[in-house]
């Protein structure tokens, strides 16, 4: 099983000299210690991942001090984009990199981020696949006719050629057995995360999503990928890290918990967090942190942490996507990453590496 790097900032408001610190440091230890890829998302409006505006110019900036790591969008959120653009941008990634791009789409969920695309939520899901289809058929060097200013219908094709023949693409999903099996069906990976599922779920899931990839038109043998977004902070020390990481995880879930109860799905009305009262707010996120420290993310010791990993491969995970950025201290994260970095050694059966720590080496 293959382990990565993920961020999805909580706070994006400035609090710290660099906010991109985390990233630039956390791409370069990634690269130089046995890490997959660095995946960066796209998120809009909001204080909760606002950061990430844009994960082709965050992937960018990766290539620029990477030279192995794959550079991943997690995601791109296909309605809000034009096919076209995103084309060019992540080939331009894949130049940079010498070819290590690869996407993940989504079809997005908050209706205030459809302000820049209001035409496409109502049929988000379907424009999702739609477009990713396009973005890879352009990828390959295939053109597509549109119009251009004064009415005249033009092939078209993208560029700068990317350096891959072929792009890496997954579909993001929240959960949606729907959304497994039509990856599945599109020959696509798939990433998602145990914030709304639990691990036996997310099993049924993924055995459905793999069925759905052998009964694909034109299936070739590919037996799919799945990556499982987690948050990951490990230490020596069991109960020194669950008191590390509670006010940060917490405020987390907190942030997370009010924008989706703010938002407006599928048309429908959205609910005041503040109505719910601090008590019963605070009692939800009190039951989350105790539920996900424990059974969804790797957190806490490398001991307790590897049983948690290997079981997800046991249930069909190939990648873990740690989640790093949730709240902890650029300096305390990155003093982290030694730990993670014994975790993923003992995982793929390697031995330690002498001097693999973070220090200098960065």
């Known amino acids: 099983m293959d382990f990565s790097l993920f961020y999805f900032a909580n706070d994006s ?10 990233l630039m440091e956390g791409a370069r230890y990634a690269d130089r210690n046995g890490f997959t890829a660095v995946w960066t998302p796209e998120r809009h409006f909001h204080p909760f991942g606002g950061v990430y505006p844009n994960p082709a110019v965050t992937g960018a900036a990766v290539a620029a001090v990477t030279e192995r790591v794959q550079i991943r969008a997690g995601s791109v959120v296909a309605p809000l984009q034009d096919p076209l653009r995103v084309a ?31 035409d496409t939520y109502q049929d988000r899901r379907k424009v999702l696949l739609e477009r990713m289809d396009l973005v890879r058929r352009l990828w390959r060097g295939q053109t597509v006719e549109l119009v251009d200013g004064v009415g005249t219908r033009r092939e078209v094709r993208t560029h700068p050629r990317p350096v891959r023949p072929e792009l890496p693409v997954w579909i993001t999903s929240a959960g949606s057995i729907d959304t497994f099996r039509a990856a599945g069906r599109a020959g696509a990976g798939l990433l998602t995360h145990l914030l709304g599922q639990e691990t036996e779920e997310l099993a049924e899931k993924i055995a459905a999503y793999r069925q759905a990839v052998a009964e694909r038109p034109g299936a070739d043998g590919w037996p799919g990928h799945v990556v499982l977004m987690v948050h990951t902070f490990l230490g020596e020390d069991e109960e020194e890290v669950r008191e590390q990481v509670r006010g940060p995880l917490s405020d987390y879930l907190r942030s997370s918990l009010r924008l989706v109860l703010g938002a407006r799905m599928d048309g429908a009305r959205g609910v005041d967090p503040g109505k719910l009262g601090e008590e019963n707010t605070d009692f939800l996120v009190n039951r989350a942190f105790e539920r996900y420290y424990d059974a969804g993310g790797l957190l806490g010791t490398v001991d307790r942490a590897r049983g948690t990993a290997e079981g997800f491969a046991r249930i069909g ?15 305390t994260v990155l003093a982290g990453l030694e730990h993670l970095g014994e975790l993923r050694g003992l995982v793929q059966g390697e031995a330690p590496v002498a001097g693999a720590g973070t220090g200098g080496e960065l």
């Open 88 to 118: 060019e941008e992540w080939a331009v990634v894949d130049n940079l990199s010498g070819g290590r791009a690869g996407i993940s789409f989504a079809s997005g969920w908050h209706a205030a981020d459809f302000v820049l695309s209001p």
């Open 317 to 331: 995970v190939d990648e873990v996507a740690c989640l790093i950025d949730f709240g902890l201290s650029t300096k």
């Open 13 to 22: 408001r400035p609090s710290e000299a660099d906010q991109y610190e985390l």
